[in-house]
């Protein structure tokens, strides 16, 4: 990767560092003219830059969000014993087959982030998850951390991993297929959040971004602000704040191109515990404030994660996001809030398969349309309505 370097500066320009000028006069104050020093920026973007534009033009598109389905093995696991199924690579591997052939899922969907097991997998007529997704125009996308451990030095806070061997991890996932990235961390409201747990995720974010753009890969920054707690809305907003300036600080630090990006942020909401509960229209308001306050309108897409919202409110709320105009594309990349009643319709059975899959096309449906600001609620089931935040969840 190329680095930033200092231009030298010239003879005439340097001939004014620590002496005076020649014709000063005694006594007078010397008025020197201003140095001139030259920076030239190193972009991290390389020889990707029109392709990283491209990318995520497309996954910012009109009508269409992202399928998360990057849940590790282990997590992968508990949603197939909700439903009774083993974790096994061959379930794993029927569920997330039954999600990325569903038909017509392009139509809603333009990005779906997969586990690395799963980019690297085929159906079981043999033909690979990358080109599935291809045939239907969706973007296919990798996670790319390796999971949270304790930040020592902080209030029991967490950091990322997964810096150590990324550029040469990112070049394969590029050659496989994957045109996209993600990395997540998460800030806690109740443990502070510190400064130190604030910089630590926005510089690990950054670097990430930098090394995915010179590989090729469209980084998606998330930094998630988790709902543990129970603190009002306006805490969730001062806190968001904070932390997505000192990402960006650390984007442009690192010479990360703003064009070949996509955010996943929270959306700013009370704490889970809070006593009042905040309308879709305050949700709106207080989340669309902190993005224009924070957010460069360089930036193609910003594609909210649900975070524990049940089906319903997290498509309640970005389709209130979506009333007027934004300065990007405001859309979805939703893993829980996708998959509940996909999972509840299969139950496993291979009988079920197409009725999941309409299932999933629903969901997928009412959230195109709150990207486009034209969903209502009506005829929505009382599963759908039931909310899914588990106090201290895991990934």
Request: proline share 6%; aromatic share 8%.
């Amino acid at each position: 990767m190329a680095c930033s370097s200092f231009v030298k500066l010239n003879a005439s320009s340097s001939s004014w560092i620590a002496q005076q000028p020649l014709n000063q006069r005694p006594g007078s104050a010397a008025v020197l003219p201003p140095r001139r020093v030259s920076f030239v920026k190193a972009s991290a973007s390389g020889s990707y830059s029109d392709e990283l534009v491209k990318t995520a033009k497309t996954v910012a598109s009109p009508g269409r969000g992202i399928l998360a389905i990057d849940e590790s093995n282990a997590t992968c696991g508990k949603r197939l014993a909700s439903i009774g199924l083993d974790n096994t690579e061959v379930n794993r591997q029927a569920y997330r087959q039954l999600l990325l052939t569903t038909p017509g899922l392009g139509e809603y969907i333009s990005g779906a982030i997969l586990f690395e097991e799963t980019l690297y997998q085929s159906t079981t007529d043999g033909k690979k998850f990358v080109d599935c997704l291809r045939d239907q125009n969706i973007v296919p996308g990798i996670k790319v951390d390796k999971g949270l451990s304790p930040l020592p030095g902080s209030n029991n806070e967490s950091w990322c991993q997964g810096l150590d061997g990324l550029a040469s991890r990112s070049a394969e996932y590029y050659k496989q297929g994957a045109r996209f990235a993600k990395w997540r961390t998460v800030v806690s409201i109740p443990c502070g959040p510190s400064a130190l747990a604030v910089k630590e995720a926005a510089w690990g974010l950054a670097r990430y971004a930098a090394i995915s753009q010179d590989n090729g890969l469209v980084p998606i920054v998330e930094p998630e602000i988790l709902l543990d707690g129970d603190h009002p809305i306006e805490r969730t907003l001062e806190v968001a704040e904070r932390v997505w300036s000192e990402v960006f600080y650390y984007l442009a630090e690192n010479n990360v191109m703003f064009e070949g990006i996509l955010l996943k942020p929270s959306m700013v909401t009370p704490g889970a515990e809070h006593k009042e509960k905040a309308s879709p229209e305050t949700i709106a308001k207080y989340t669309l404030t902190m993005l224009r306050r924070r957010v460069p309108p360089a930036v193609p897409g910003i594609m909210f994660l649900s975070g524990g919202q049940s089906e319903v409110e997290a498509t309640l709320n970005l389709n209130a996001m979506n009333q007027s105009p934004n300065p990007w594309h405001v859309s979805f990349s939703y893993a829980r809030a996708l998959q509940n009643s996909v999972l509840k319709t299969w139950q496993g059975r291979p009988e079920n398969a197409e009725a999941a899959q309409k299932a999933l096309l629903v969901r997928a449906k009412a959230n195109s349309l709150a990207q486009l600001g034209r969903y209502t609620a009506e005829g929505e089931s009382e599963d759908a309505k039931k909310g899914m935040f588990v106090k201290g969840y895991t990934y």
